[in-house]
């Protein structure tokens, strides 16, 4: 059976900490893998992730797959309020995503 | 606004009430999906509508009815359900499903989300 399996399921930092989000995957016909970040509802689009080894960066946020060793990771350096938020961490067969619980990151100042 | 609008917002039902959940997407999208967030829990697929086929059905009681009139409108009808479907329900279009079985983008553009009370 495909599953996506997140660490920690939960985390509170301070602001200015740095963050790594775990994601580990096991998927037939693996494609991709994704990030999505859900603050209040709508889960919004972070990352897709397709080659082993390629860091992804947007501002603070970056992440890397390992097709090797089947898991990615997402980090957030100097985190601030706004980062709380659950995300997301998705993989993509054929279609459609395959999605892990979830991290809950809350950020307090 | 993601481009996926969901109504309503909120739903309160009693068990015997028959209620419908309401998607559109103003994205040109080709495939729509329905997802379930239950607390704790993955979100779930429910259905795939591709080109306004249905392409999936993950083993949904029937109590749940899809119906996609066209590429652009997803509707989820709601008849005799049970306080366990009480959940957040996602709406959410990418650009195609399938292509021969490939699909064209990894991007999933989602609603605001119904959220769902079954009383």
């Known amino acids: 059976e495909d599953k996506v399996v997140q660490s920690p399921l939960s985390l509170v930092v301070h602001e200015g900490d740095t963050v790594t989000l775990n994601c580990s995957y096991e998927v037939t016909n693996f494609r991709s893998l994704l990030w999505y970040k859900q603050e209040k509802k709508a889960p919004t689009f972070l990352f897709m992730l397709?080659?082993?080894?390629i860091e992804k960066k947007s501002g603070r946020l970056s992440s890397i797959l390992d097709k090797k060793e089947l898991f990615s990771i997402l980090n957030i350096t100097a985190t601030q309020t706004g980062d709380s938020a659950v995300y997301l961490c998705?993989?993509?067969?054929?279609?459609?995503?395959?999605f892990g619980k979830g991290t809950r990151l809350s950020v307090i100042a | 606004e993601t481009g996926v609008t969901q109504t309503p917002r909120h739903l309160v039902m009693g068990m015997t009430n028959k209620k419908s959940l309401k998607c559109e997407q103003h994205l040109g999208h080709n495939a729509m999906y329905w997802y379930k967030q239950s607390a704790k829990k993955p979100l779930e697929l429910m259905f795939v509508y591709n080109f306004k086929e249905q392409t999936e059905n993950n083993s949904v009681p029937s109590r749940f009815s899809p119906e996609c009139p066209n590429s652009s409108h997803l509707f989820l009808h709601l008849h005799t359900l049970q306080p366990e479907d009480s959940a957040l329900y996602l709406c959410?279009?990418?650009?195609?499903?399938?292509?021969?079985?490939?699909?064209?983008?990894?991007?999933?553009?989602f609603g605001e989300g119904s959220r769902l009370t079954v009383l």
């Open positions: 959410a279009s990418s650009q195609g499903a399938m292509a021969a079985r490939i699909s064209l983008t990894g991007e999933l553009f």
């Open positions: 998705a993989a993509r067969r054929n279609t459609p995503l395959v």
């Open positions: 397709t080659s082993s080894g």
